[in-house]
C-alpha cells in the first residue's frame, strides 16, 4: 500500500480591516493578520491551517516546509515533534506577559498541525473533530 504523503506547500499572509473591539491588552488594531498554510497531498487533496500573522511565524513557517514535504501525512506527529525541535530556540523567552502567546514556534507547529490534519481527515473520511478528543459537540454555533 502507498502511503499519501506532502507533495507541496504554501504560505500565505493576509491582512483585513479589524474592528474597534476591547480585549484584555487595550483594543483591538485597524487590520488583522494571519498566515495561511496550504498543503497538497500526492492524491491532490489540499490542506489548510491558519495562525496569527506577522513575519516572525511566516518566515518560520517557509523555513519549516522543508521538514513536511515528501513526508507520509499519517505520520504527522513525527512532523510536527521535527518542527518543535528544529525551531524551539525561538521560543526559549517564553509565552509573554500578554494575553496573545508571543511565541512563534507554537504558532507554526499549529498550523502545520491544522492542515495536515485536514489532508488526515479527508483521506479517512472524517472531520477534523473526529480525530480530536471528543469529537463534534455541536452542528452550528449561533454568533
Not at 513557517?61 to 521538514?67: F, H, I
Amino acid at each position: 500500500m502507498n502511503q499519501v504523503t506532502v507533495e507541496t506547500w504554501d504560505v500565505i499572509p493576509v491582512a483585513g480591516h479589524d474592528s474597534m473591539l476591547l480585549n484584555l491588552s487595550g483594543a483591538h488594531a485597524p487590520l488583522f493578520t494571519r498566515n495561511l498554510v496550504k498543503l497538497t497531498d500526492s492524491d491532490g487533496r489540499v490542506g489548510i491551517g491558519e495562525v496569527p500573522g506577522g513575519e516572525s511565524i511566516r518566515s518560520t513557517l517557509v523555513a519549516s516546509a522543508e521538514l513536511i514535504v515528501g513526508r507520509p501525512v499519517a505520520d504527522y506527529r513525527a512532523i510536527l515533534r521535527s518542527i518543535t525541535e528544529e525551531f524551539a530556540w525561538q521560543d526559549s523567552a517564553g509565552r509573554g506577559a500578554q494575553t496573545f502567546d508571543l511565541r512563534t514556534t507554537v504558532h507554526v507547529v499549529t498550523a502545520w498541525e491544522c492542515a495536515l490534519l485536514d489532508l488526515l481527515g479527508q483521506q479517512l473520511g472524517l472531520p477534523i473533530s473526529s480525530l480530536l478528543g471528543d469529537g463534534r459537540q455541536r452542528e452550528a454555533v449561533d454568533v
